[in-house]
């Protein structure tokens, strides 16, 4: 999520500085609406990401845009600007092999199975923090490849969010360049890209399996109403928050998921001290938890 901010934008003379007093206030605004939290080492990072802004605003002063967010988001939007601009997406298709492994090779089949015993017949992915959709994407061309023709009378219902609206408009147009599948199967890419002079493109049915929308987890009152997923993806997204915000994003993700369901997390992150809901599933490579 966060990335360096070369050194000209931190030595820039034109540019607003942020003082300590001033990052210590921003710093505690956006994690009381994000719950994503800067320590004093990432001071440049929001210095450097947002001067930029405040120039273009024809603002002096920190202090007057924390002004501005506080009291005319709704006239200016700023604060949507800032989500946007604070936050850095990586990410790439088929990125964890053993997560993907685990989900296409086992764990779909398990959960899959259990619906057809039931008679249901739509399985849910939730996709959360999905920046520019490479996961969901990638989700979906595993559906189609080893679910579908297994389970043909199944219905899916795969949904991406994230808190940055520009992230999630470049994810609904699905063309990316050769960086962003260098890990996808050739056949794969042949099968559900174009490819016109390096940006590949997305084919129509593999997008029309996705939908995306606009989500902070932060927020409760939302969570709420993302209910009965049978996977929930939140990988390398818990490392920016901090144990509290932890403790509530994922007690919110545990009843989101129907009983049996699987919530995949980023591999160096654990729930240890978070929660003690799930059971851990061993999968090397990957960090999967149950909810039973």
Known sequence: MFEEVPEIARIDSAAPALSDETFIVLRNFI??????????????????RLAKRLQYLKIAH??????????????????????NTITVNETSFFRNEPQINAFQRSLAGEVLDIKKGLGTRTLRIWCAACSSGEEPYTLAILYLEHIKPRFPDLHIE??????????????????????????????????????SNGIYRLHEDVKNLVRFEHHNLMDRQKNRRMMHFDFIFCTNVLIYFDEKSKIQVVGDLYYSLNRGGYLFIGY???????????????????????KE
Do not use: W
């Open 31 to 48: 994690y009381a609406k994000t719950g994503i939290f800067f320590p004093e080492k990432k001071k440049y990072f929001l210095e450097g």
């Open 62 to 83: 920190f202090e007057e845009y924390l002004q501005l967010l506080k009291h005319d988001q709704q006239k200016h939007n700023e604060f949507e600007f800032l989500c």
């Open 158 to 195: 795969i949904i991406g969010t994230d808190i940055n609206t520009a992230i999630l408009e470049s994810a609904r147009k699905a063309e990316y360049n050769h960086y962003a599948v260098r890990n996808t199967p050739e056949l794969y890419v042949q099968k559900y890209f174009d490819n």
């Open 268 to 290: 160096s992150e654990m729930l240890h001290k978070i929660s003690t809901a799930f059971k851990l599933v061993s999968i090397p490579g990957a960090t999967v938890y149950k």
